[in-house]
């Protein structure tokens, strides 16, 4: 007996006329269910299984194929982390005479080869494949290292950070998008929101390495942590030559039989059972409608060609034409709301922050801001728990809530006692409470969702332009607060977190009426979720690709034999 990780309806419902959709309908995916298929003297139990831990123990093999992209995710928290305490140590800033003009330029200079990478992958990831893309930026974010550990300059600081920012943007946009694309919809949430998992662990590391290692005598204090983060990054270079190859990207290059193949090991099917497993070749048909579907629509669109620049353009553009429009901008708005929260600006102007708040010393304040990663850390556990559970929604909105009011609450207290927190020490610790409730309820939705929703709003075709340019938005965006928070903080420090303040409330309301929930909704079913996909000619069109691929005939079959209606049945709540 095999299971799987699929959906199953009432009998009543599986009629030969439905298409896949209906099948495994989404009323069964959100409630959990089980069918049975007697095929070949077999018998199958599939479960639209279990979501959380659960379900991703279920799909172990998915589930570490993710951890390990999302080592990319964990060299951009190291950077983050690390960065901040070598920029504060003795022997890098007196080697230099580093002052906070060249503090600022090494930051920025990431963020902005950050972007570049970014969007540069977009391109890459479809032209030549997810994994490949994602070897290519090791090998460059690993020279951008070596370049910063190995730095007799403070140009070669500088180019270093740029070329390891090229590294670090185009995997924070490779990784999310490879992990959608392996993970099945059960689980799709809990899988993706690994990214910040492994962004948060990555600062946390990196913080408490640059802590450590910053009163070693000379230049081994920042060389060392500097120099560290090249393990993971030639392990994940080098692990990625091992993992299955993204089966949308196979359809999508017409490599029919390869998918298959990549699709079944990611399900845990071996070889033999491919042929008795009708689900699998749902999945695949669905697949294939979808980028059958898509290349139809280019074709009657487009006069370029595939693969030149005109084409390239073209794609770009398409994501801001009628149909793609709304989502470009969910993509491209989690992404900003998520940097306007101001996490960036705790992060880094944490110690600043809180000396403005009355906290005194070097390692009170470093050991605080520090603390401020770690409740994202831990933060993230239960998003990972339940984010397929409660949808994304709902994560969003309470998420925004709390972090407007703790921002006003701050806000309100700097600006009653700023100057005179000796005297009101109560209210400078309920500040640095709050400031604590701030990134606990940002860790729970805007952290996470941030990472997934991107990836599951696109379709195919498009997809790996739109993750491109959300992740985009995310650096530019982290970039800008970097530029603007010191002097906002200089002339009003109650004014800053009030002007967070209101970007959390625009984010509550975004979230309310904008944002669809996307969550156990199969991706290619996302279409559905925006309703708008494109009027009746694309339905149409759709309906006849499928009929075409036999997706119809295929479902019709299954769904009238003796033995599926008799057997199939659905148990609501046994998720
Ligand atoms: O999701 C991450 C995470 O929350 C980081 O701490 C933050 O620095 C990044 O900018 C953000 O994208």
Not at 31 to 51: A, E, W
Not at 99 to 104: F, M, P, S, T, V
Not at 407 to 428: K, N, P, R
Request: overall charge neutral; charged content about 15%; glycine content about 12%.
């Amino acid at each position: 007996m095999a299971s799987g990780g699929y959906a199953a309806v009432p009998s009543d419902d599986v009629s030969p006329q439905t298409s896949s959709q209906a099948l495994l309908s989404r009323e069964a995916r959100l409630h959990g269910g089980t069918l049975v298929i007697h095929s070949d003297g077999h018998s199958y139990t599939y479960s639209y299984g279990p979501k959380g831990l659960t379900g991703l123990l279920h799909n172990y093999y998915a589930l570490g194929c993710a951890v390990f992209v999302s080592i990319g995710g964990l060299l951009f928290g190291y950077d983050q982390g690390v960065i901040a305490n070598v920029l504060v140590m003795k022997d890098f800033t007196q080697r230099w005479l580093i002052g906070a003009w060249e503090k600022g330029i090494m930051t920025a200079v990431l963020e902005l080869g950050a972007l570049i990478g970014a969007l540069a992958a977009g391109v890459l990831a479809d032209r030549v494949s997810r994994r490949v893309s994602i070897i290519i930026a090791c090998v460059v974010f690993c020279i951008g290292s070596a370049f910063q550990c190995g730095a007799g300059s403070l140009a070669h600081l500088i180019v270093g950070r740029a070329i390891g920012g090229l590294g670090v943007g185009a995997l924070s946009m490779l990784a999310p998008l490879y992990m959608a694309e392996i993970s099945p919809p059960e689980v799709r949430g809990s899988l993706m929101a690994l990214e910040q998992f492994s962004i948060v662990l990555g600062a946390v590391l990196g913080f408490w390495t640059g802590f450590f290692t910053r009163n070693i005598p000379g230049a081994s204090s920042w060389r060392v942590p500097l120099g560290i983060q090249l393990g993971p990054g030639i392990l994940l270079g080098l692990g990625c030559l091992f993992l299955p190859p993204s089966p949308r990207l196979l359809v999508m290059h017409e490599r029919t039989e390869d998918a298959l193949r990549a699709l079944a090991r990611l399900r845990l099917r071996t070889p033999a059972e491919i042929p008795a497993d009708p689900l699998l070749k749902v999945e695949l048909l669905e697949m294939q409608v979808e980028a059958q579907l898509v290349a139809q629509t280019i074709e009657l669109n487009d006069s370029g060609k595939a693969g030149t620049l005109h084409a390239e353009a073209r794609t770009w553009a398409r994501l801001f034409g009628r149909k793609y429009r709304r989502r470009t901008f969910i993509g491209i708005m989690i992404m900003f709301f998520q940097q306007w929260s101001g996490i960036n600006a705790l992060l880094y102007y944490g110690p600043t922050l809180m000396r403005e708040l009355g906290l005194q010393g070097e390692s009170v304040t470093l050991t605080v801001s520090g603390g401020i990663g770690i409740v994202q850390f831990l933060a993230v556990l239960p998003a990972i728990v339940f984010i397929d559970r409660i949808g994304r929604k709902p994560l969003l909105r309470g998420g925004s809530a709390v972090m407007a009011f703790s921002h006003f609450c701050i806000a309100t207290l700097v600006w009653l006692y700023e100057g005179d927190w000796q005297s009101h020490w109560l209210a400078a610790w309920i500040s640095v409470g709050c400031v604590y409730i701030f990134t606990a309820a940002y860790g729970v939705s805007y952290g996470p969702i941030g990472w997934v929703l991107p990836s599951e709003v696109f379709p195919l075709s498009v997809r790996s332009k739109g993750v491109s340019l959300s992740t985009a938005s995310n650096w530019f965006n982290n970039f800008l607060i970097g530029l603007i928070t010191p002097g906002l903080m200089e002339s009003s420090p109650s004014g800053t977190f009030l002007v967070f303040s209101a970007a959390c409330f625009a984010g509550y309301l975004w979230s309310t009426y904008i944002v669809p929930e996307t969550a156990n909704v199969s991706l290619e079913e996302i279409d559905a979720v925006f309703g708008s996909s494109a009027g009746q000619e694309d339905v149409a069109l759709k309906a006849q690709i499928e009929r075409d691929l036999g997706l119809h005939e295929f479902i019709g079959e299954w769904a009238s034999s003796e033995n599926v209606r008799r057997t199939c049945y659905a148990e609501p709540g046994t998720s």
